[in-house]
């Protein structure tokens, strides 16, 4: 049976991957995407496509326009930072946005709400513990400005979901895959890995998903999600020099052997920081960043499985078809890359 989905942040890495999955299933689906952003024009024709601002209540009032129609609402609209300082534009889309989400989807008597949180909301326990969903939330319980974020607005999304609002919350790990228009930093990672403008890594990992896997979770969740519960959608952790590995198996591009020790990463960050906001770039690491590639990465994605029939596909998988992806958008040439163009 179709049914109306309202899609935030879709032009974004996760919010166009959903949106696509929707679409396959022939699923009704309603986009917001900001003003003026390019990312809108790569989704399906089929999709109807509201310009607004998740800051911004106002611009979203077509978007939440759905009469007595039942409507899923998907949250996916967020900014992922690494930067190590406070920055109001974060605060402003991942914490007051979520707010006028949450008010919107009760003033117009949406029927589902899934919030897109993140792993990073989470507090981290001590190195090999493995981490599982929480259920209370406080910025004070979590390091770095980004986290504090997500930690903050999914307190206030599980207050509403005490009241009359069926909500439930994901919160996928690093996401990676095809399909980023934009510029993630784990798509950065693979771009700098192949091209050659890496000289060496860092020693560490994280827990890296892919994001088809995330959406295909989350799209369960709108269905099979628990009123009031969360549900981490993570897969394995990735070292960095394994990224590299796999890299290198699948492109026939030269492989990245030299790793640097983390307390030589740590000390040159700030500087790293600061040289690629004078120019504009995306830093692939931060003092912020560095400090969670350091730490406990141990996520159990037991409880998504069980409830939400979640799975997460081999590692390698997801960089082949990124780096297929990304040849396939002349984002990157690769003349031997060994295996076939996988369709993604």
């Not at 949406?110 to 989470?122: N, P, R, W």
């Not at 784990?186 to 990992?205: F, I, N, P, R």
């Not at 159990?300 to 998988?317: H, N, T, V």
Request: positive net charge.
């Amino acid at each position: 049976m179709s049914r109306l989905y309202l899609v935030t942040g879709a032009a974004g890495h996760l919010g166009n991957t959903v949106i696509r999955q929707l679409c396959e299933a022939g699923q009704a689906v309603r986009a917001l995407v900001l003003p003026g952003d390019k990312a809108a024009d790569e989704l399906p024709p089929q999709v109807q496509v509201f310009r607004g601002d998740v800051r911004s209540k106002p611009s979203m009032e077509l978007f939440f326009n759905i009469g007595n129609q039942e409507a899923t609402v998907i949250h996916c609209a967020g900014i992922v930072s690494i930067a190590s300082g406070f920055q109001q534009a974060v605060y402003d889309v991942n914490v007051t946005g979520t707010k006028n989400i949450v008010a919107l989807c009760e003033a117009r008597n949406v029927k589902k709400l899934v919030y897109v949180s993140s792993v990073h909301a989470l507090p981290v326990l001590p190195q090999g513990e493995m981490m599982r969903e929480v259920t209370e939330f406080d910025p004070k319980n979590v390091t770095g400005a980004y986290a504090k974020t997500k930690a903050e607005a999914t307190a206030a999304v599980l207050k509403a979901a005490g009241h009359s609002l069926n909500i439930s919350v994901v919160h996928p790990s690093g996401i990676c895959g095809p399909f980023d228009y934009g510029s993630s930093h784990t798509t950065q990672l693979v771009l700098d890995g192949c091209t050659g403008k890496l000289a060496a890594g860092v020693k560490s990992g994280f827990d890296f998903v892919d994001v088809r896997d995330v959406a295909a979770g989350i799209i369960s969740c709108c269905q099979e999600g628990r009123a009031g519960e969360c549900y981490i959608l993570s897969n394995r952790y990735v070292s960095v020099s394994e990224i590299f590995s796999i890299l290198h198996k699948v492109t026939g591009t030269k492989e990245i052997k030299a790793m640097l020790p983390m307390w030589f990463a740590k000390l040159t960050a700030p500087a790293a920081e600061f040289y690629y906001k004078l120019r504009k770039q995306l830093p692939l690491y931060t003092p912020y960043s560095l400090l969670t590639l350091s730490g406990n990465s141990l996520f159990s994605s037991e409880k998504a499985a069980k409830e939400l029939g979640y799975k997460a596909r081999p590692f390698i998988e997801t960089i082949a078809d990124t780096a297929s992806w990304l040849v396939s958008q002349k984002r990157l040439s690769l003349p031997k890359l060994k295996l076939a163009t996988l369709k993604v």
